[in-house]
């Protein structure tokens, strides 16, 4: 017979637990409301949201820096808590674009909203946890409630962006799986901390490097294809394409930041074990990323398809930045996305608030160049609000994305890497064409066709979330300082 | 080398894993090559029942009955239901992708996959964390685990279970037969504001 | 007044935002009226420059992105000032000549906007916040010429974005660089060009870094062979827009590179001199007989402004006061005759609405106000004594002998090309018979052409007659810059080169 | 005796067993099928590695995974058969209207 | 004495810019007036000068004020009246105020009247810059100013259509002026270039600190700077192979020909090399002026054979100026700067005088110059006649008149240096000068009557302007006489310019005079067998002869048109052509649009692998998986 085991509350530390409990505790609440009453409007449902999310981004704030909790499964260092800050963040800005003045299939279940929660839940598991049966089970969460969502849209494009996206991931957890075999099979361990006290000591044993590589590669699959590099970004395009342009834009940047958190602890501490094949192997895959990606976004006809293909191509370049495994670098991973966010969330809603059903200026595409064609002379704030996303995109000083793009690059330099800032830099330029082209289409075209507005899905709630992100991206520039040293100092407190 | 090979067949142990190691892979075979849904879904079920015999070969007595209850029967079950729901009885045609670079591909993966696990992956010096104990039974040892270590793990993976659930039902529901944003025949996806109010 | 140069920067793009209140048919006088204002600010600056003084002032710093080094920091010297002086003077006549009656609310906000980002790349101390400005001025400019301008503007604004965009990005790297080099050395972050000027680099560094900066400035100059963007730039850009490109944008990159690389990186500046000065060469000598192929009055000028600004990339690396206060002066000269010959052209294409040069011919009978300023420029565009050109060619080539007498020489032939390609524009415009009927009602200048056109003659004759006000601050200043050169060079060959000026041989 | 790495390389054959399926099958079911033969694999590599190093997180790994794959089939199942009524069919090639 | 300067300088400007101010408006008759009442100012202050500096031998010195400072270059407007400067100023001056009277006459019916008295005292400004200037910056101020003065004078009448070569050698006024211009500007480029060689050598461009530092310059830098210069001198004085514009500028009106083509600009080449006179008189450069001389000689043959065909008057004089020029070179090359100077003051007077009456003729004939359509035009227009029959004894070199002094000094100089082939090719010069000036004076004043039948009307000129051409009529006649007294005043300067023949030839002095006079004589004699005689002997156009490979040799100038024209002027244009169609647009412009295309292209076939068929993308990520898996194991295997 075992001992019985007594463990004490306070080593338990369950306040590492309050922000994942507070998000599934308010998806349950609202399922509990639908249960109660099934006529409720969405509305409600998005507040409650909303209020939820804000809770929960209060006790992440309320979290003390490099604790463990629940047997050391639970890990709460600085990148855990700037990524569960970013992921709230983001979701607070995704959720009110629920209320735009049209109807969508999507909004009209409550359990959009539970499901939306479970997911920010997963991702902060997935985040707060060194431990890769939680990760991944965190992960799968997410996923799998992210691909409901998707779906949820109710098009033929929204299932055929789910198959591919749950099919191709199923995949990918099984590479993950198998990674984490490997990796169980070489230390006896599936926690990172302890994965790297073992795998530093067996560096050296003969005909060893065979099975450290190989595991870095089965979970660098998984991990690209989340992060949509090359050449496990194909799903990408088609799944921002078959979802709702909110959720695209969400799905450039929230699920990539946690993606990322857990690829700075896993491949963090494989070039921190001196392996710099796996750096390498990363930057070429970073690099061929951001180029490829560009250069198909550059023959793109759908302005969706456009953003999607660029969000894969910032994510390259953030790739990057992690190969680098340099504070600095670190650093400017989260610096970029907490910039892009707003830019590219910005750019997607602006997409969203054209959505309409009926009037469409292409039989395959919601969002083709066309219909922005003249746009300064329909609506010229909304031109020039998009104009603006576009810039900060291209990187174009003073918008934000700018000075993410610099602080990346300024890592790549600080690290011996200038060919990769040069790499960054033409890719940029090449990125500006068809960011440019929009703002031609809309500035230096005639109207297609006699139409006295765009913008029909515009409420009052949407046109404070552009007004909010237009704030962030023009006025980037006097909120970057707080927003590095905050960043930095997280980043190397938790020692990254 | 076959010496080797002869003694460890002689042992149970090693008859066992040999017979299943061939069973599995052959039904695998046929779960992948198969063009009849009913004899893939058959041989699958098959397979998996054969791996909860490695389960319990390996002592992960626990395991092997999960593997059991959850494989065979729950998801098997669910299969069926998707199978008969699909009708998918008849054989099936498919495009294959060229033959050649698929068992290429799988080749190599096996090939390299292979030299992994055949690189002396195992060392003497690697301390059990979470040791089984002598004497204790396998669902008692892990039970301890799985509620103190893995209990933020398994809690999760309640809601994600959940998750799924309520995932299989929203979009399995009528609800979803009818589109708003897609059909021109659907109401009109404009709720005019005076709707909102 | 100590932010008077924020004022500066600012006051236009504030004025813009303001303007899209301003109802659209009275547009057009606020934007005069702004730049008239701005105008005034900057001779402003001019009176409370202080002469003696060759180093920056009105200097203000105020820290952006502490952690990073990014500073909100301006300043101006005597190599700017008279460039901010040139800016705001050619807006505010741009403005005020504009005949653009499409948009022009629009416009003026754009030309606002754009004033903005021009001031600023002159006044800008920091290394990012130039490459803001520097970056931001793309944006308008692409917007001038896209919506305002001929057949094939959206290739031709696309073109010259992207082409300044993909160079000045390989810049940015370079500006990283050093930013980099910098706190590796000091332990500090700093993107302050006046820090950057303490570092001293090891040769091979510089010379890197000098090629870095060099692609984003050369396109911007631009130099062969990145200069084919131009003619199309300007062959498409409205009146207003070429006369902005022609006297503002394409100084922006021979300022950048007297204030980036040639105090940043002395050794790699020597020893690009001849590269440099080959480019030039060819910049001068082809496409001036470009431009003598050309049936376009606007393409000839367009032409002919990238050979003058070879003259000016040939003085800046002379290496001496006299070119480099030459080239600077040169800037000034190339930004007022140029853009005014622009307009010049501007004036004809308005009437005519076609600016090929065997649609004209005797227009100096029908057009006498307008053939006597165009000649005036023309003269001035071939550098004639006594007019603006001649001062900033003769001491920029006067300077470059110095270096290479042969090179000298063929830059020379810039005096007899470039008469060769404007004689030859004069003579088929407005000499000859005035046979094609179309030309014959054509009437002389108005008044508002007239009045804008008049204050750069005369500051083409003021300062082609008495350039002392303007030369003497700029000579202060760079000969300054060439004594702290001199000092940081650390290779021998550098330091024989860089010729420091006697009077400041006891010591700056 | 039977070691650790015999057990893995099953483990390795079953999985590119299942990498082959992934790649061959063109209906989605069969597909799904496949992913299970993968995640099945990697349950037997850690069910062994788990027994050799005597160690139980490898059975904990193997459990969640299995309790992942059950919840991929519940949510799987569930895009399918949204899929399937729209569409009519589970043929991958029917499902290509996004592209380029 | 300083103010004087000034007006003397300035008072053209305030004429120009004065009649500027009329320039667009109808022709008034006061602003020829006030402009040549203003020149004549600045000729009484001018000759004010000069009769100080005569008495008191006080050089003047003023310095306006700063041009350009920058570096260690300081450049004033600076200017100087000694002897040299003087004895231009007052030429100059002398000459444009006739002229300008002469034009208020000539330009009577032009409606650009105003604006023609602009140019003409815009002209005398810049003259005047030029000749006054202490540096050569300065100089070089006046020298473009002159430039472009005649670019707009000889294009003035810019209204007529460009010709082919054979209808008008000239094409068109317009084009005339460009070549002028250009031409000019390439001689500029090599004055240029001396100005920057002085500069860096001696620190400064003032003319006393320069010549001061000569002697302690490096024998080669002396070379290349008296190079420089010479060429600068030779564009601007039309020397071979610049000459061809000279002839061509003969487009503008003819009070242009006559002060700026004649008397005065032409002349400031010659200027130069004796204002430099210390430099091209050092040991060192003796070579290149020795140059010098040997191209003054040429191009004063050279132009002379060119002129005995010609039937253009102007053309004509055109040449014998061009010839003139080139015995004021020899003179310089053979540091007899004093005699050059004294040659270019008395050419100055004749040869206005020439240019004028060749302008009433013009004026009388309607703007018509051929020769062979005048004759006895001397009944009619006596006093045009007599003028230029003066003016034409006066070129040929016959005493007493100005031109005999001056030439024959020249001639002797040639003598004097030893220079023998020199010397007889400049008095075989002084032969065939006779000759076609008489050839001109016959076939236009002698002869048979050509003009009548081809319905021509001449008349005399308005009164006033053959009272204002009287002055030239007499230095034409006197100057030479003064020589002497000249010479003990530009001796005061100094030993650079002083010139003494040697006592050997200063024994042959009379009879090297008489064979001057005899060749003249010869060729007067000859002309007027030739071309005077009327009746039976009259002079016939012979075709067949013009036929001649002599003939259309020099009346196609030796071709030199011609071949800058298709090898210089063509191929130029081509060259730019190619390198705008074909380099500029299809490499260079072409490279970075492929550049663009590149990226264009390669994304439009990678968007291929976007198949929208998942199977596919299963494959790129199994793909993707097992090479990357495969790499590692060799890398792996490898380490």
Not at chain 1, 3 to 22: F, H, Q, R
Not at chain 1, 182 to 187: H, P
Not at chain 4, 24 to 42: K, S
Request: aromatic share 14%; glycine share 8%.
């Amino acid at each position: 017979m075992l001992e019985p085991i007594n463990v004490s509350l306070e080593s338990l530390n369950l306040i590492t637990l309050a922000p994942m409990l507070i998000a599934i505790a308010g998806a349950l609440t609202i399922l509990i409301i639908d249960l109660i009453n099934s006529k409720l409007d969405k509305s409600l449902y998005v507040m409650l949201t909303v209020l939820v999310l804000f809770i929960d981004f209060g006790s992440v704030l309320g979290l003390n820096v490099n604790e463990r909790g629940f047997f050391d499964v639970m890990l709460i260092d600085g990148i855990s808590i700037i990524s569960q800050l970013m992921i709230i963040g983001g979701s607070m800005i995704f959720i009110p674009l629920a209320l735009t003045s049209k109807r969508f299939h999507e909004y009209s279940y409550p359990e959009f909203f539970a499901l939306f929660l479970f997911m920010i839940a997963g991702f902060q598991f997935m985040v707060a946890s060194d431990n890769l049966v939680l990760i991944f089970v965190g992960l799968e969460t997410a996923s799998l409630s992210l691909y409901t969502l998707i779906a949820l849209h109710n098009r033929a494009n929204s299932y055929e962006a789910a198959v591919k996206y749950f099919t191709m991931g199923a995949l990918a957890a099984a590479f993950f799986a198998m990674g984490s075999a490997v990796v169980y099979a070489l230390t006896g361990s599936i926690e990172l901390y302890k994965v790297a006290e073992v795998m530093a000591t067996r560096l050296h044993e003969t005909g060893l490097m065979i099975a450290i590589f190989g595991s870095s590669i089965l979970l660098l699959v998984a991990f690209s294809f989340k992060l949509s590099l090359f050449p496990f970004h194909t799903w990408a395009p088609d799944v921002y394409e078959g979802a709702s342009a909110p959720l695209a834009g969400y799905m450039s940047v929230v699920p990539k930041i946690a993606a990322f958190v857990v690829s700075i602890r896993i491949f963090g501490m494989y070039i921190d074990l001196g392996l710099e094949w796996v750096r390498w192997t990363i930057l070429i895959l970073a690099v061929i990323t951001m180029t490829l990606s560009n250069i198909m976004a550059l023959v793109q006809d759908d302005v969706k398809r456009m953003l999607a293909y660029s969000s894969i191509s910032h994510a390259g370049f953030i790739m990057a930045a992690l190969a680098l495994d340099t504070t600095e670098g670190n650093t400017s991973i989260f610096l970029y996305y907490a910039l892009f966010m707003f830019t590219n969330l910005g750019a997607f809603t602006m997409l969203w608030i054209s959505r309409h059903k009926k009037r469409r200026f292409n039989k395959r595409y919601d969002h083709p160049y066309e219909k922005f064609a003249g746009l300064i002379q329909i609506m010229p704030v909304g031109a020039v609000i998009m104009a603006l996303f576009m810039l900060s995109l291209a990187g174009v000083p003073p918008f934000s994305v700018f000075w993410g793009k610099i602080y990346v690059m300024q890592a790549a330099v600080n690290s011996g890497y200038i060919w990769l800032a040069i790499v960054m830099g033409l890719n940029s330029a090449v990125a500006a064409y068809y960011y440019l082209k929009l703002i031609v289409y809309m500035f230096l075209m005639e109207p297609v066709k006699d139409v006295d507005m765009v913008y029909y899905n515009i409420s009052k709630p949407l046109m404070a979330i552009i007004g909010l992100a237009t704030l962030a991206t023009v006025a980037a520039v006097f909120y970057v300082q707080p927003l590095i040293s905050y960043l930095y100092y997280m980043i190397s407190a938790s020692g990254y | 080398m076959f010496e080797n090979f002869i003694a460890s067949i002689m042992t149970i142990e090693g008859a066992a894993f040999y017979v299943f190691s061939i069973l599995t892979i052959g039904l695998f075979s046929i779960t992948v090559m198969s063009k009849n849904v009913l004899y893939a879904m058959t041989s699958l079920a098959a397979a998996m029942v054969l791996i909860s015999g490695f389960f319990f070969i390996l002592g992960a007595d626990f395991l092997g009955v999960v593997q059991l209850v959850v494989y065979v029967g729950a998801i098997m079950a669910l299969y069926s239901f998707a199978m008969m729901f699909f009708d998918a009885t008849k054989d099936i045609k498919e495009k294959t992708t060229s033959n050649s670079l698929v068992f290429l591909l799988g080749g190599l993966s096996a090939l390299v996959l292979v030299l992994m696990f055949a690189a002396p992956i195992y060392s003497e010096n690697i301390q059990a964390l979470y040791p089984m104990h002598e004497g204790v039974g396998n669902a008692q040892d892990v039970g301890m685990v799985l509620f103190t270590k893995y209990l933020i793990p398994f809690e999760v993976a309640a809601v994600m279970l959940l998750v799924a659930m309520i995932a299989g039902i929203i979009l399995a529901g009528k609800k979803m037969d009818e589109s708003l944003t897609e059909d021109m025949s659907a109401d009109d996806e404009i709720l005019i504001i005076k709707d909102e109010k | 007044m100590e932010n008077m140069l924020s004022i500066l920067v600012f006051f236009p793009a504030v004025a813009g935002l303001l303007g899209f209140v301003v109802e659209k048919e009275s547009a057009r006088m606020y934007g005069v009226t702004v730049a008239a204002i701005e105008f005034a600010l900057s001779l402003w600056l001019w009176f409370s420059f202080d002469m003696s003084n060759a180093g920056m002032q009105f200097v203000e710093m105020i820290p952006l992105i502490p952690d990073f080094g990014i500073t909100y920091y301006l300043g101006a010297d005597g190599i700017s000032l008279f460039i901010i002086i040139m800016t705001t003077l050619m807006t505010l006549i741009g403005m005020a000549g504009m005949s653009e009656t499409r948009n022009v609310k629009n416009m003026i906000i754009t030309l606002l906007f754009l004033e903005m980002t021009m001031v600023g790349v002159f006044v800008a101390l920091d290394a990012i916040i130039f490459y803001m400005f520097w970056e931001l001025s793309l944006v308008p400019m692409l917007y001038i010429i896209g919506a305002w301008g001929g057949p094939l503007r959206i290739y031709a604004s696309i073109k010259f974005f992207l082409y300044t965009f993909a160079g000045s990005l390989i810049m940015l790297v370079g500006m990283l660089f050093v930013a980099y080099t910098y706190h590796d050395l000091t332990g500090v972050w700093s993107f302050a060009i006046t820090d950057w000027y303490a570092l001293v680099l090891p040769v091979d560094y510089q010379l890197w870094l000098f090629a870095a900066f060099f692609i984003g400035f050369a396109i911007k100059v631009p130099m062969f062979p990145f200069h084919t963007w131009i003619p199309y730039a300007h062959g498409q850009a409205p009146t207003i827009g070429s006369v902005i490109l022609a006297a503002v944008l394409l100084k922006m990159g021979t300022y950048g590179f007297v204030r980036f690389s040639l105090p940043m990186f002395p050794d790699a500046s020597v020893m690009a001199i001849t590269p440099i000065a080959v480019l030039s060469l060819i910049m001068i000598i082809y496409t001036a007989m470009i431009a003598y192929a050309q049936k376009d009055m606007k393409q000839v000028i367009a032409y002919s402004s990238v050979s003058h600004m070879g003259i000016i990339m040939l003085g800046l690396f002379a290496m001496n006061a006299e070119g480099l206060s030459g080239s600077v002066f040169q800037m000034l000269s190339h930004g007022i005759v140029s853009g005014a010959l622009f307009m010049l052209v501007g004036v004809i294409y308005d009437r005519r609405h076609t600016k090929l040069m065997s649609e004209f011919g005797g227009l100096a009978a029908v057009m006498p106000k307008y053939a006597v300023i165009f000649g005036i420029m023309l003269m001035a565009a071939v550098g004639l004594p006594l007019t603006m050109g001649f001062p900033g060619e003769f001491l920029v080539l006067l300077g470059f002998y110095k270096i290479s007498p042969i090179m000298t020489i063929l830059a020379g032939t810039s005096i007899i090309l470039g008469a060769v390609y404007m004689l030859r524009l004069f003579k088929k415009s407005f000499f000859g018979p005035l046979n094609n009927e179309e030309n014959m009602k054509l009437k002389d200048l108005n008044n508002r052409e007239t009045w804008s056109l008049i204050p750069l003659v005369a500051i083409v004759i003021w300062l082609g007659v008495y350039p002392k006000p303007v030369l003497e601050p700029i000579d202060n200043s760079v000969k300054a810059l060439l004594v702290f050169m001199d000092e940081k060079a650390i290779t021998k060959e550098a330091k024989d080169m860089i010729l420091v000026s006697k009077s400041n041989k006891g010591g700056a | 005796m039977i070691g650790l790495s015999h057990y893995l390389i099953v483990s390795a054959i079953i999985f590119s067993i299942g990498l082959v399926g992934v790649l061959r099958r063109r209906n989605l079911l069969m597909l799904f099928f496949a992913t299970e033969v993968m995640l099945n694999a990697v349950n037997i590599a850690f069910a062994a590695i788990s027994h050799y190093y005597n160690d139980l997180t490898g059975q904990m790994f193997a459990f969640f995974i299995i309790a992942i794959a059950a919840s991929e089939v519940a949510v799987g199942l569930g895009i399918l058969i949204v899929l399937f009524k729209k569409h009519g069919s589970l043929d991958l090639d029917d499902l290509a209207n996004m592209r380029g | 004495m300083e103010n004087l300067v000034y007006v003397a300088l300035f008072a053209p400007f305030v004429g120009s810019l004065f009649a500027a101010l009329f320039g667009m408006s109808q022709r008034q008759i006061f602003v020829g007036v006030i402009a040549s009442g203003l020149l004549a100012v600045s000729f009484i202050s001018s000759l004010l000068l000069a009769i100080n500096l005569y008495t008191t031998g006080n050089v003047i010195h003023v310095t306006m004020m700063d041009w350009i400072n920058a570096g260690d270059i300081s450049i004033p407007f600076g200017f100087v009246i000694d002897q040299i400067s003087v004895t231009m100023m007052t030429v100059v001056t002398l000459v444009s105020t006739i002229v300008h009277i002469y034009a208020i006459g000539y330009m009577d019916h032009d409606k650009a009247f105003n604006r023609f008295f602009s140019y003409l005292s815009a002209f005398v400004f810049s003259m005047l810059i030029l000749v006054m200037s202490d540096n050569f910056a300065g100089l070089f101020i006046g020298w473009e100013g002159v430039g472009v003065c005649s670019w707009l004078l000889v294009g003035f009448w810019y209204h007529k259509p460009d010709q082919t070569r054979e209808e008008n050698p000239s094409i068109s006024p317009s084009w005339a002026a460009n070549e002028a211009f250009i031409m000019n500007r390439i001689a500029d480029l090599g004055m240029l270039v001396g100005i920057f060689i002085l500069y860096w050598n001696t620190g400064s461009l003032q003319y006393d600190v320069v010549f001061a530092a000569l002697p302690n310059l490096d024998d080669a830098v002396l070379v290349t700077a008296a190079i420089a210069l010479f060429i600068g001198a030779m564009g601007k004085s039309a020397q071979f192979p610049l000459h061809t514009w000279l002839t061509d500028a003969m487009e503008g009106p003819t009070p242009v020909s006559a002060l700026i083509h004649a008397a005065t600009m032409v002349t400031a080449g010659v200027f130069l090399v004796i204002r430099s006179n210390p430099l091209y008189g050092m040991e060192a450069v003796a070579g290149v002026s020795f140059f010098i001389a040997c191209l003054g000689t040429f191009v004063a043959f050279y132009a002379a054979s060119m002129a005995l065909v010609e039937r253009d008057l102007k053309r004509i004089i055109a040449y014998s100026t061009l010839s003139q020029l080139g015995y004021m070179f020899a003179a310089a090359g053979l540091g007899a700067y004093w005699i050059a100077l004294f040659h270019l003051a008395a050419h100055a007077f004749f040869k206005a005088l020439l240019f004028l009456g060749g302008g009433n003729v013009m004026h009388a004939m309607h703007d018509e110059l051929d020769l062979f359509k005048m004759g006895e035009l001397r009944k009619k227009m006596r006093g045009t006649f007599i003028y230029m029959t003066i003016a034409s004894i006066a070129l040929a070199g016959l005493p007493p008149l100005a031109g005999f002094w001056s030439k024959d000094a020249i001639i002797e100089t040639a003598f004097n240096e030893h220079t023998y082939v020199l010397w007889f090719m400049l008095v075989l010069t002084a032969g065939m000068t006779a000759f076609y000036s008489f050839r001109q004076v016959f076939l236009t004043f002698f002869g048979e009557d050509r003009h009548t039948a081809l319905g021509f009307h001449p008349h005399e000129m308005y009164k006033f302007v053959l009272a204002a051409m009287s002055p030239l009529a007499v230095l034409a006649i006197i100057t030479g006489w003064f020589m002497g007294g000249y010479k003990a005043f530009i001796y005061q300067i100094g030993e650079g310019v002083q010139y003494e023949m040697s006592e050997h030839t200063h024994h042959l002095a009379t009879y090297l005079g008489l064979i001057v006079i005899f060749v003249a004589v010869s060729g007067i004699i000859l002309a007027y067998f030739k071309y005077a005689r009327t009746g039976k002997n009259a002079f016939k156009r012979n075709e067949e002869k013009e036929q001649g490979f002599f003939y259309k040799l020099l009346i196609n100038q030796y071709y030199v048109p011609k071949i800058y024209e298709e090898y210089i002027t063509k191929p130029y244009a081509m060259i730019s052509e190619v390198f705008w169609t074909k380099v500029d647009l299809k490499i260079v412009d072409a490279t970075v649009d492929n550049i663009a295309k590149f990226f264009y292209v390669s994304g439009d076939k990678t968007r291929a692998m976007q198949t929208g068929n998942l199977s596919n993308y299963l494959n790129w990520m199994a793909v993707g998986a097992v090479v990357l898996l495969v790499i590692a194991a060799i890398s792996a295997m490898l380490v």
